[in-house]
């Protein structure tokens, strides 16, 4: 069994500051982690993933996580926030076994970019 | 389609009616997956489709949910007898059989 905690369930920044995304997971086996964003009325669309090779992971959109082993984190973070980066930010774990890979939720972070 | 195509986008029904939420995944995908958003439970895996047969249906909540596939294609879930608790946005999802899986709009159930 797997597990998502997502630290803040909500927060707010202003245009242009950094922001970090808490997540931390649980699990028994190797997981492989993903960060998707959700705007208003819309479904989930994917940032970034974590399989395997470098820990530090680009996605789109000036996204970035860091995939820490030792401390079971895969925080977001983006250096500069725009308007339009408001949205809900959800991290996922799966443990890939080749077909299957429902994946497992954290409760989400909304993001609140204020001018 | 280019993407995963979910209809209807919105759906209101009487507590106690039957609905049908369709999925059309993206061309060529051999997995299908459904989940549910709700405010109390956050994100939940409902199940999950490889092909036309169903590997894992561990997630439906209750035996008046149920799910098929036809042609390894479109999916329909199936909510009998709804109740208020069902309401939520159910969200399908396909995959080529990578590890990443393509999201639909889901559909908005509002059980009045």
């Known amino acids: 069994a797997q597990s998502v905690t997502q630290l803040d369930s909500q927060v707010p920044v202003f245009e242009e500051a950094p922001v970090e995304l808490r997540c931390n997971y649980s699990?028994?086996?190797?997981?492989?982690l993903f960060w998707y964003v959700q705007y208003p009325n819309q479904g989930l669309q994917l940032l970034l993933k974590?399989?395997?090779?470098?820990?530090l992971v680009k996605g789109i959109n000036g996204f970035e996580a860091e995939f820490n082993k030792s401390q079971t984190s895969f925080h977001l973070r983006k250096p500069s926030v725009h308007i339009s980066d408001t949205a809900e930010y959800f991290c996922?774990?799966?443990?890939?076994?080749?077909?299957?890979?429902?994946?497992?939720f954290g409760g989400g972070t909304r993001l609140m970019v204020k001018p | 389609g280019a993407g995963v195509s979910q209809s209807p986008s919105n759906k209101v029904t009487e507590k106690g009616k039957d609905v049908e939420l369709r999925c059309d995944p993206i061309?060529?995908?051999?997995?299908l997956y459904w989940y549910r958003q709700s405010l109390g439970q956050g994100l939940e895996f409902l199940i999950y489709f490889q092909g036309n047969s169903a590997p894992d249906k561990s997630g439906l909540p209750s035996d008046r949910f149920s799910a098929e596939r036809t042609g390894g294609s479109v999916s329909t879930l199936t909510i009998q007898r709804t109740q208020q608790e069902d309401s939520a946005v159910y969200l399908c999802?396909?995959?080529?059989?990578?590890?990443?899986?393509?999201f639909g709009q889901g559909t908005r159930l509002t059980v009045v």
């Open positions: 996922a774990v799966t443990n890939y076994r080749g077909a299957g890979n429902m994946l497992t």
């Open positions: 999802a396909s995959s080529p059989g990578h590890v990443e899986a393509f």
């Open positions: 061309s060529g995908h051999t997995a």
């Open positions: 974590y399989l395997s090779g470098s820990t």
């Open positions: 699990s028994s086996v190797s997981v492989y």
